[in-house]
């Protein structure tokens, strides 16, 4: 049996954890630079209000509504998840972490009568030690557990934990799964199935395996369809560690000058080199993007993207921020004012061992910029994020009195909650 573990409504649970005033009070978290909305608590969507609604309209759609709003803080959303990991670790036989906000576990020490209420238990437990809730969906197969995790966080009488071990609940919770619902189908092949009568999963689960092959062409479709007819064929390393990673922010304003670009490049550049360590991964490829605002219709449009190979793989951040900046001076174009900016990395293997290039004059100093990644990682992750930045990811700005002031982000968070768990600044203090 798999089991998914689902933090419900993740970010805006994560603010309550030390925000108990705001049981019951609609919330709701805002992008990077407080664009739009992403994350929304149960009473916001009641009361209708939309994921991806800019900002600047909460006002507008709601008048006179108390709502609580937060700005992205992945710090406070990173440290307490990882909370939850670390109790899912204890309380299962192994597990693989898809997401922010999921886990995937592998049950099968554990007997299937027990199932039920070792998964209510594993809620009950991240609820008293996390505060956070969760719901668990169980099944013979990784897209089942799924819809039931889903069923778990809709209907109360589960009490957060629901399992799919009959084919008869397979076939009650495909009937109730919209097409659009089910992982591993896009949006684009959810359009198409819909247009093909497909409403339900349990519609397209209905359909021949030759059809699927035929109407589809694609393995993953496929696999989903054998799924949902309750065989276990998704392979755990199509879960397994990411092939590329991409960082990228809509800028708070227009950019036009290539040093507060740089800026910008910097910092996702040193954001992508600290997920590859984080996973126990290296890249090869570095690209970096640039596009201006194309809801600007009045304004010059401009797009590229240009990458560069390493001689040798890493995830040393001064090496990857320094290839980045090396792109974007190819990239970049005079005359343009730019909305948003990105970094990918690719070409990405484990970390050990690794092929260095007889040609690379840097290749000597891939251990010594590792131990200096570690000691900076370790810093970081006891004095709160950005406590040791690059020079280049600083930025510096005039304030008020005309002197320059450096900052370590620029990105807008004008409603963003304290760190009392990552910053002895914040702590918390009981009067």
């Not at 991409?246 to 080199?273: E, K, Q, W």
């Not at 190979?309 to 792109?327: G, H, K, Y």
């Amino acid at each position: 049996m798999y089991g998914i573990a689902d933090l419900d409504n993740c970010y805006v649970s994560c603010e309550r954890v030390f925000r108990p005033d705001l049981k019951g009070v609609p919330c709701v978290v805002l992008s990077n630079n407080d664009g739009c909305i992403v994350a929304r608590s149960n009473e916001a969507k009641a009361m209708g209000i939309k994921e991806g609604t800019p900002y600047f309209q909460l006002a507008q759609q709601f008048p006179g509504q108390k709502i609580a709003v937060f700005s992205s803080n992945y710090e406070l959303y990173g440290e307490l998840t990882g909370r939850v990991v670390s109790i899912i670790r204890q309380e299962t036989p192994a597990y693989f972490r898809y997401s922010i906000d999921e886990c995937f576990m592998y049950l099968d020490g554990i007997e299937l009568g027990q199932l039920q209420q070792w998964g209510e238990n594993l809620h009950k437990r991240v609820k008293r030690e996390v505060g956070m809730p969760i719901s668990i969906g169980l099944a013979p197969n990784k897209t089942l557990a799924k819809i039931a995790s889903k069923l778990a966080k809709k209907y109360k009488a589960y009490r957060h934990c629901c399992m799919i071990d009959t084919d008869y609940k397979r076939v009650k919770a495909l009937e109730w799964c919209p097409i659009e619902d089910v992982w591993g189908i896009g949006r684009r092949y959810a359009a198409k199935l819909q247009a093909l009568g497909c409403r339900t999963a349990l519609d397209f689960a209905k359909h021949h395996k030759d059809w699927v092959s035929v109407t589809f062409n694609n393995i993953n479709i496929v696999r989903t369809w054998q799924e949902l007819n309750g065989e276990d064929v998704v392979p755990n390393e199509a879960l397994a560690k990411k092939k590329s990673i991409c960082t990228s922010r809509s800028f708070n304003g227009m950019i036009t000058d290539l040093d507060t670009l740089r800026t910008h490049v910097s910092n996702y550049a040193a954001r992508c080199a600290e997920k590859l360590r984080m996973q126990g991964t290296v890249a090869s490829i570095v690209g970096v993007f640039l596009n201006t605002n194309y809801f600007r219709e009045d304004l010059p449009q401009y797009w590229n993207f240009q990458e560069q190979r390493l001689l040798t793989p890493t995830s040393s951040t001064i090496t990857i921020v320094e290839t980045a900046n090396q792109v974007l001076q190819s990239v970049y174009r005079q005359g343009y004012q730019y909305k948003k900016a990105g970094v990918i990395v690719m070409g990405i293997g484990p970390d050990s061992p690794i092929q260095q290039d007889l040609f690379d004059v840097n290749a000597e100093q891939f251990q010594k910029m590792k131990r200096l990644d570690a000691v900076i990682d370790r810093i970081n992750r006891m004095h709160g994020s950005e406590t040791i930045v690059l020079g280049s990811q600083q930025f510096t700005q005039k304030n008020g009195k005309g002197k320059a002031e450096v900052f370590a982000n620029a990105i807008k968070h004008d409603y963003r909650s304290k760190n009392p768990t990552t910053r002895w600044s914040d702590i918390i203090e009981l009067t």
